[in-house]
C-alpha cells in the first residue's frame, strides 16, 4: 500500500518535497516512481528508482529540478521539486513494480495536489 502526501500551493520558483509512504516488509523489492495527471492531460511518467536505490532515471522536463531518492529503511520515497513552474501543477502520484522501468506500474498510491501559481 503507498500513501502519498506533500502536495500545496507553491509559487513559482519555488519548491516543494512530496513523500511515498509504503506498507510491506520486502520494499526494497519494488521500484517506486512519481507520475503526475495535468488537468486535461494523460497521466505522464517522471521518476524512477530502483529497489536499492542506486539506479534513478527522470523524464526530460523534469531532469534537473526534480530529485528522486528513497529510505529503505523507513519504507519512503521523496521528490524534491525545485524551479517549480505553472505547468508543473497537477496531482501527483507515486506507484511501485517489482520492474525497475517507467511502466506499467503495479501498485498505485493516491494522488497529492500540487498547484504552482506564477
Known amino acids: 500500500q503507498l500513501q502519498a502526501s506533500g502536495g500545496g500551493l507553491v509559487q513559482a520558483g519555488g519548491s516543494l518535497r512530496l513523500s511515498c509512504a509504503a506498507s510491506g516488509r520486502t520494499f526494497v523489492n519494488y521500484a517506486v516512481a512519481w507520475f503526475r495527471r495535468a488537468p486535461g492531460k494523460e497521466r505522464e511518467f517522471l521518476a524512477t528508482?530502483?529497489?536499492?536505490?542506486?539506479?534513478?532515471y527522470y523524464v526530460g522536463s523534469v531532469k534537473g529540478r526534480f530529485t528522486i531518492s528513497r529510505d529503505n529503511a523507513k519504507n519512503m520515497v521523496y521528490l524534491q521539486m525545485n524551479n517549480l513552474k505553472p505547468e508543473d501543477t497537477a496531482i501527483y502520484y507515486c506507484a511501485a513494480d517489482r520492474l525497475y522501468n517507467i511502466g506499467p506500474y503495479t501498485y498505485w498510491g493516491q494522488g497529492t495536489l500540487v498547484t504552482v501559481s506564477s
Open positions: 528508482v530502483s529497489g536499492s536505490g542506486s539506479s534513478t
